[in-house]
């Protein structure tokens, strides 16, 4: 996965372009099967229209000498995201008007953009800023924004049942590395290991959008089949750094999703920082708007918007890791095999089953002996046939991924059964 | 308000009587349409009989030199409350039996009434009592227990809907300010701001009551409609000193009239002091009663029996103020606007709807330009239809009165729609 | 009862045999119409099947002098439970793989068991195996182990109803007074406190069964009728010191059961131990097992488990008092009488009722005779007849004893009506 991201990281990303081509060509590589789509500016998608393509070639700062004192060529977040074409000359003066800085973060490139109201600038850091003398500075951006497309991508791995998860992630964000990169490598490292399973309950859909617009506009073309099909889901975001682990919960937090989310992280860090619907700032915000209310929640790392580097050229690999890719995807795909593997049980006999009589228990009995099967006969002791494997796993305040393994072992001594029973399409 | 409440203060009201005929003309000159009904002595209401009306014209304690040591004149609280006539001599330990003071209040005079059992006595400071030597003493109760009648007052002000708010009085109490004419007095002036309303959604029915019999007599003549059509209401009392605010709740706790009170004081003041029914003692006694179940909860100041003053001469204008008054008045008047005003509310598009194209987001993405309009997305966020804009209010845990602001400007941009639900009528 | 227990204590009970007969006619004298069954070895009841008889006349090891070093005869615990016959010289290393003792309780004789795997052993205080020196021994197990039966009892109380209350207490464990003997005594304490009582509401369907195998098997042979009858009951255990009250929930911990001993324990001593299902250990397991759920909870003083002599010689009657007897079953008989007596209320008249003209009111209004008939009106404010009489006690925070006196004067007066709703069966 890490060298996935940093591969990734020097391409320019916007919400549309042919950064957002490369990268989504890059991960096509990666994986099989993936379609990459394009939809045309200007057409309509619910209360939105898709804005002009945005091609950047060149854009910098250059002082009377025609030395570059800012220039694109050097980190892409030195222009502002969506700058229109400006090729002037003016004092430092009227230039200011057009700089952004972070009088707090002094050697901070902040992240800005202006997707829908035409306008120009230069992001720099505060230092750089101040190191400007008054003077005739050459200000270029070497830009295009006409009609286009907008492109996505999206992978469908189908399962025993139609009955979906969905796994989003964004491509929309030049060279970052928690928010964004982490997300799209750990979403393709998730389905390198889905497609790797024997069999998947569950069929998987996987999109690689643009934020905002981009799942705006494929909720617009899929609702129908979406509001259908989808049980359960995540956006993956914010998902590479080792400093934490967070939850954001879906609008009603009480989805499967949620549930499986609020299971891992608490048997992974019992510290994981617990957001609320109120805290949302990505594809959330579209997955569970009203009317829409698919089951997606977020598991993250540090969460968008409150780690000091967020939104800044600071956000790099100081801040990533391979460890922390690890921890975010190891997460993610317990979150999913809870998803799968989240049956109802039922006990075979009535009363306690004799474990003796199978070498389940220990036959001499002792004021110790007791505890040695403690955990196995909890258990058995809510196998009701309706409950469900997470629910029991909660009740007795073990992960769900121990108990399986003690799941598989009864069942194959006969003494419980696996209900099927369909997972709720009840709204986010 | 506070001049009516000193208009008010001297008259000497009891259960029935002059003073209580005197204090409903001085509210009906206040409040056109206030209607005043009379109640035979001796009428049935549910378990109770409407006592014989008390008429007191003089009463006091003279010595053998004819000298008035207790006098009715100076304080209508001297003579106990349905005092029967008497005009006796006695020596000074007879009369001790009559007399009734706070030895831990040496300088108020308690208030005491026995309205159901025939009796007759004094009450004095604990510091007149000691100082009254032995000796002979006239004792005059100048008074009338007679069949007659018992007074009410009734307004209806019409609204869009036939569902109605209650909101009940009592104009019992002589000269005591918080407990009582704190809630006639606040009242009145929530009539008056109800009657200059453009429009009203609910109809509203005040009633001013002398306590406990007056409001089961209101009840037994019209319980019928009162269960078919209150859909909230508040019992209002002890609503005039600046010490604290206080919430008292009907008897399942659940009712709209409770919620809003609940809203209000929560954003009021922090520390409000939260009662639970049984530390219930007015009113909402009978409106909330097994079988009569009217969502009545109570929003005062200074609960009665919870400060020191409550039913002594002590219970004055250096408890009562005018901002003490205001302070309840506004409480009382935004609980009654979110119960008006409680809309469920609904986007009329699916995902977010894109605030910049009409002026409602800031064009240029910064770290921080989020957080301008995220109260905004947050009501839009919780629009699902489902759920009220109080229930909304708290979820975001904003003020009602600052959301409906947001409300209409999002209704007059197309944004948002306002469904009409009618409230439950629920039990109290 | 403490004479029961101490009569008890000497014998030699165990899963089957003699031992549990003789305790079973001990009992049957003092409970006319107790049933004696015998099952035989080898029946099957669900997942188990009824071990052989297990028959014990004598077991000892003896020194080369001839010497009893361990002698069953001193004390039943000396030889493990189920012993296969043996008599065999061997050296100390041999013998030392069949001793079982207690390091960190070197003045206790353990309490070991081997049903269901043929085995010989031997328990001993540590000091003694210390003692022991390296030598020939003697040892002999004088049992038999052949097909035989199970016994175990029953007595059925009938009362107004069908439906009944399950009390079940266990007859298997040799000599130790708290477990087990506080529960077959506390429990015929209670049988005779039901008998002498004019009428019985419930049919009261008492048991005295071996742990584990007899709940099994009376389920086995019962299950219908108990589940179709069975509304509220307690498995009785650990019932006879004097440290402190224990409660320990049905599986859903929602029950009849559960809510009555809740209140018990609450207002019997405000820090009772209140355990989870999750620390179960005795027949609750069987009783609410999946597919079982009966509504049995368990009120005790000290738990099994929970205390240093559990399952040793040491819990004799230095742990068991009259004390602690008497307390346990006050709290049984308490939770009984709550279950006989948790009514539905519903007031007769709408609004308060005029407690005055009865004279349950005080005539004078001062400002503390609300005091006195305060709970007497809390109480009346709930009997709405949704709510049972354990559900008001619980809001108003009083005792359900102290109640119910207040319930069957206001219902004498005419004021309140008793309600009675068939309990549900819901499960455990």
């Given at each position: 996965?890490?060298?996935?991201?940093?591969?990734?990281?020097?391409?320019?990303?916007?919400?549309?372009?042919?950064?957002?081509?490369?990268?989504?060509?890059?991960?096509?590589?990666?994986?099989?099967?993936?379609?990459?789509?394009?939809?045309?500016?200007?057409?309509?998608?619910?209360?939105?229209?898709?804005?002009?393509?945005?091609?950047?070639?060149?854009?910098?700062?250059?002082?009377?000498?025609?030395?570059?004192?800012?220039?694109?060529?050097?980190?892409?977040?030195?222009?502002?995201?969506?700058?229109?074409?400006?090729?002037?000359?003016?004092?430092?003066?009227?230039?200011?008007?057009?700089?952004?800085?972070?009088?707090?973060?002094?050697?901070?490139?902040?992240?800005?953009?202006?997707?829908?109201?035409?306008?120009?600038?230069?992001?720099?850091?505060?230092?750089?800023?101040?190191?400007?003398p008054p003077a005739r500075y050459h200000?270029?951006?070497?830009?295009?924004?006409?009609?286009?497309?907008?492109?996505?991508?999206?992978?469908?791995?189908?399962?025993?049942?139609?009955?979906?998860?969905?796994?989003?992630?964004?491509?929309?964000?030049?060279?970052?590395?928690?928010?964004?990169?982490?997300?799209?490598?750990?979403?393709?490292?998730?389905?390198?290991?889905?497609?790797?399973?024997?069999?998947?309950?569950?069929?998987?859909?996987?999109?690689?959008?643009?934020?905002?617009?981009?799942?705006?506009?494929?909720?617009?073309r899929n609702i129908d089949q979406l509001?259908?099909?989808?049980?359960?889901?995540?956006?993956?975001?914010?998902?590479?750094?080792?400093?934490?682990?967070?939850?954001?919960?879906?609008?009603?937090?009480?989805?499967l999703s949620d549930q499986a989310a609020?299971?891992?992280?608490?048997?992974?860090?019992?510290?994981?920082?617990?957001?609320?619907?109120?805290?949302?700032?990505?594809?959330?915000?579209?997955?569970?708007?009203?009317?829409?209310?698919?089951?997606?929640?977020?598991?993250?790392?540090?969460?968008?918007?409150?780690?000091?580097?967020?939104?800044?050229?600071?956000?790099?690999?100081?801040?990533?890791?391979?460890?922390?890719?690890?921890?975010?995807?190891?997460?993610?795909?317990?979150?999913?095999?809870?998803?799968?593997?989240?049956?109802?049980?039922?006990?075979?006999?009535?009363?306690?089953?004799?474990?003796?009589?199978?070498?389940?228990?220990?036959?001499?009995?002792?004021?110790?002996?007791?505890?040695?099967?403690?955990?196995?006969?909890?258990?058995?002791?809510?196998?009701?046939?309706?409950?469900?494997?997470?629910?029991?796993?909660?009740?007795?305040?073990?992960?769900?991924?121990?108990?399986?393994?003690?799941?598989?072992?009864?069942?194959?001594?006969?003494?419980?059964?696996?209900?099927?029973?369909?997972?709720?399409?009840?709204?986010?």
């Amino acid at each position: 996965m890490y060298s996935w991201a940093t591969d990734l990281f020097p391409i320019n990303r916007s919400l549309t372009g042919a950064g957002v081509r490369q990268t989504l060509a890059y991960l096509a590589n990666l994986l099989p099967g993936l379609v990459i789509h394009d939809v045309p500016s200007g057409m309509k998608a619910f209360d939105w229209t898709i804005p002009d393509e945005w091609t950047i070639r060149d854009a910098y700062i250059a002082n009377e000498s025609g030395e570059r004192v800012v220039d694109f060529q050097q980190h892409n977040l030195h222009v502002v995201g969506y700058s229109e074409p400006v090729d002037l000359w003016m004092d430092r003066e009227e230039l200011e008007q057009h700089l952004h800085s972070l009088p707090d973060q002094p050697d901070a490139i902040p992240y800005i953009t202006s997707y829908y109201a035409r306008r120009w600038g230069f992001c720099l850091t505060h230092n750089q800023r101040l190191s400007l003398p008054p003077a005739r500075y050459h200000v270029v951006v070497d830009s295009d924004l006409k009609p286009g497309v907008l492109n996505y991508a999206e992978l469908i791995l189908p399962g025993e049942m139609d009955d979906e998860v969905l796994l989003s992630t964004y491509i929309c964000h030049p060279s970052m590395a928690n928010n964004e990169l982490s997300g799209p490598v750990v979403t393709t490292a998730l389905v390198q290991w889905l497609q790797s399973l024997e069999k998947r309950r569950y069929t998987y859909r996987i999109v690689f959008v643009p934020e905002t617009i981009g799942s705006i506009v494929y909720l617009s073309r899929n609702i129908d089949q979406l509001k259908r099909q989808v049980i359960a889901g995540f956006n993956i975001t914010c998902i590479g750094d080792d400093r934490c682990y967070s939850y954001l919960p879906s609008r009603t937090g009480s989805t499967l999703s949620d549930q499986a989310a609020l299971h891992v992280l608490k048997h992974t860090d019992s510290d994981f920082k617990h957001y609320s619907w109120l805290d949302r700032g990505s594809d959330e915000r579209q997955y569970c708007a009203p009317g829409v209310d698919l089951p997606i929640a977020t598991i993250m790392r540090s969460k968008y918007g409150e780690y000091p580097e967020y939104h800044t050229s600071l956000d790099n690999f100081d801040v990533v890791t391979l460890s922390g890719l690890e921890g975010g995807f190891i997460a993610l795909r317990r979150a999913i095999e809870i998803i799968e593997q989240n049956i109802h049980l039922k006990t075979t006999v009535l009363c306690e089953p004799q474990l003796g009589k199978r070498g389940l228990y220990p036959n001499l009995s002792t004021k110790e002996s007791g505890e040695q099967v403690r955990a196995m006969m909890n258990l058995i002791s809510y196998c009701d046939g309706s409950r469900t494997l997470l629910e029991i796993a909660n009740l007795i305040e073990g992960p769900f991924w121990d108990l399986i393994i003690v799941v598989e072992k009864l069942v194959s001594y006969g003494l419980l059964e696996k209900i099927y029973i369909r997972t709720s399409l009840k709204a986010s």
